[in-house]
């Protein structure tokens, strides 16, 4: 299944639908409340890590994107939600400046320790990349690249 990975800035936390493959388990789950009160929360939303296929339009070749502490929302998500500090907690840049309002920046998301760097588009004030369904071979044989870390990583504010 093919489908969008958005940044999305209003979120804590990376959500992924159906277009994941479920790697892992953590046994936890959360309640998720929605921007207004008369929304109704969701509860019991697994955390988990989840597996993505992303083809590489520079090299021709397929990765695996690695989501862990993410929430997994099943069918109720037709897409998947990249919260863009939960990445950069991992190391990983995100320049998520479209290139139309700042000629400085990439507009995408870089990996620099594996040399990766994912151009972003637009739909709207949208920024995504595509990614797909991964097998269960791809996830065994093709690299992976760990945008979110699977522990939290607080620095020290005193």
Known sequence: MLCRAELDSHADTC??????RIIGYTGQTVKVSGFSTSMDSIKNVPIVKA?????D????KTLILV????????DHLPHVLLNPNQLRSNGVTVNDIPRHLSDKSSHSIKIEDEKVEIPLFLKGIISYFN???????KIENLPHIEL???ALRLKPII
Do not use: C
């Open 51 to 55: 597996a993505l296929a992303y083809d």
């Open 57 to 60: 339009p520079s090299t021709g």
């Open 148 to 150: 979110t870390s699977e």
């Open 67 to 74: 989501l862990n502490q993410t929430l997994h929302f099943g």
């Open 131 to 137: 990614v797909r369904t991964p097998t269960v071979d």
């Open 15 to 20: 959500g992924v639908g159906s277009a994941a």
